[in-house]
């Protein structure tokens, strides 16, 4: 009996797939999780992923970053998901937005907070200042800070310009240190505003 071709490109197709796609598996679960903040969210995100790297497996070009095609695929399948719920506002224009944090960045330097990232464990507040993070701007703090995308890759996998990605970076950046900077004033590292002895 002779085997289908049909047969044998579908073996080929899956197994190509198993080998390159699959070992990113923890990446994207990961990423699929700071996207969604929630552990079942993110799984049912995870197989929507997976499937649709499946089913359009033809359009991975080989030898190309298949983190980053799926980080894209992960991205616009949450958007799709998030479109009747979430309307996701776009401040791009200028910098009055990341002034607050600015500010607050000042302040704490002028309490002698300056050190204090060398002083204290800040990984848990680190976690929950990326998770109060709007989006796009915990996407972007993401891809570049915790997966080590550059702003291309980062722009590639979000479809927005570099310039783009380090706007919403300046301003996820300074949005997370201004709540470390209150996670060490919550627990008694340096004074509040209201104690500056120059007020």
């Known amino acids: 009996m002779i085997a289908d071709g049909s047969d044998n490109a579908s073996r080929e197709h899956e197994a190509q797939f198993e080998l390159v796609a699959l070992p990113w598996l923890a990446d994207v679960a990961r990423f699929a999780l700071s ?8 799984d049912d995100l995870v197989q929507e992923t997976y499937l649709r790297a499946f089913r359009h497996w033809h359009t991975f070009v080989p030898g190309s970053d298949p983190r980053r095609w799926l980080f ?3 991205r616009n399948a949450f958007v799709k998901s998030c479109q009747r719920r979430v309307v996701i506002v776009e401040m791009d224009e200028g910098d009055v937005d990341a002034m607050p944090s600015v500010i607050a960045h000042a302040g704490a330097v002028r309490d002698g907070l300056g050190n ?3 002083e ?3 990984r848990p507040a680190i976690g929950r200042a990326i998770d109060k993070l709007p989006e796009p701007h915990r996407s972007v703090l993401v891809l570049v800070d915790i997966e080590g995308q550059t702003y291309e890759e980062a722009g590639a996998v979000l479809g927005v310009p570099v310039g783009t990605v380090r706007s919403r970076l300046f301003r996820a950046r300074r949005a997370v240190q201004a709540g470390l900077i209150e996670h060490a004033r919550d627990i008694g590292v340096g004074r509040r505003p209201s104690e500056r002895s120059d007020q």
Do not use: Y
């Not at 996207?35 to 993110?42: G, H, I, K, V």
């Open 35 to 42: 996207l969604t903040r929630s552990r079942a969210d993110a």
């Open 72 to 74: 894209t695929i992960c």
């Open 116 to 118: 204090l990232f060398d």
């Open 120 to 122: 204290i464990d800040v």
